[in-house]
T-cell receptor
Framework: EDQVTQSPEALRLQEGESSSLNCSYT??????LFWYRQDPGKGPEFLFT???AGEEKEKERLKATLTKKESFLHITAPKPEDSATYLCAVQAGGTYKYIFGTGTRLKVLA | DGGITQSPKYLFRKEGQNVTLSCEQNLNHDAMYWYRQDPGQGLRLIYY???????QKGDIAEGYSVSREKKESFPLTVTSAQKNPTAFYLC??????????FGDGTRLSIL
């Protein structure tokens, strides 16, 4: 069964304290892995797509990496405005369905 | 600007009442989706549609219904059979293999 597990559930960081969020997945034929940011009361906002092991994407303080079993979202020197829930999703080949993890709630303290 | 519009932002349902949530997209995407999000939980798929006049049940379709008469529109009806409808509902659209675009959600509560 296709499955996505995110860890940790919640993370508190001091401003400037770098860390990583994990997304482990099992899927039949990965078509794509997607990272989103969700603010309270809003819809998820797309961050990155990764398609194959070894691929990396970077945007400002965020960097996403992908292996055959997991993806990491690295946050370098975070700021309070990076506080949000980060969601990971995968799409298997041959399907239109996306499988979401339960997310990591990140709080960055000033 | 292209995007997804959900309405209303807040909705209240009385006992025994059906309510309909609107979702419109102008991104020319073939696929559209409805998710339910409860506090502390991930997104759970209610229904999805790959093409006009066709849709499939997701993981939690009981008590919900949809239609896809136009490419741009994918309304969701929460029927009286859904006994625990209080949640945040999200609509999304995508092309195959591409990231989903989401609306800003509708929060449904029971009166």
């Amino acid at each position: 069964e296709d499955q996505v597990t995110q860890s940790p559930e919640a993370l508190r960081l001091q401003e400037g304290e770098s860390s990583s969020l994990n997304c482990s997945y099992t899927v039949s034929g990965l078509r794509g892995l997607f990272w989103y940011r969700q603010d309270p009361g809003k819809g998820p906002e797309f961050l990155f797509t990764l398609y194959s092991a070894g691929e990396e994407k970077e945007k400002e303080r965020l960097k996403a990496t992908l292996t055959k079993k997991e993806s990491f979202l690295h946050i370098t020197a975070p700021k309070p405005e990076d506080s949000a829930t980060y969601l990971c999703a995968v799409q298997a080949g041959g399907t239109y369905k996306y499988i979401f993890g339960t997310g990591t709630r990140l709080k960055v303290l000033a | 600007d292209g995007g997804i519009t959900q309405s209303p932002k807040y909705l209240f349902r009385k006992e025994g009442q059906n309510v309909t949530l609107s979702c419109e997209q102008n991104l020319n995407h073939d696929a559209m989706y409805w998710y339910r999000q409860d506090p502390g939980q991930g997104l759970r798929l209610i229904y999805y549609s790959q093409i006009v006049n066709d849709f499939q049940k997701g993981d939690i379709a009981e008590g919900y219904s949809v239609s896809r008469e136009k490419k741009e529109s994918f309304p969701l009806t929460v029927t009286s059979a859904q006994k625990n409808p209080t949640a945040f509902y999200l609509c999304a659209s995508s092309r195959q293999g591409q990231p989903q675009h989401f609306g800003d959600g509708t929060r449904l509560s029971i009166l």
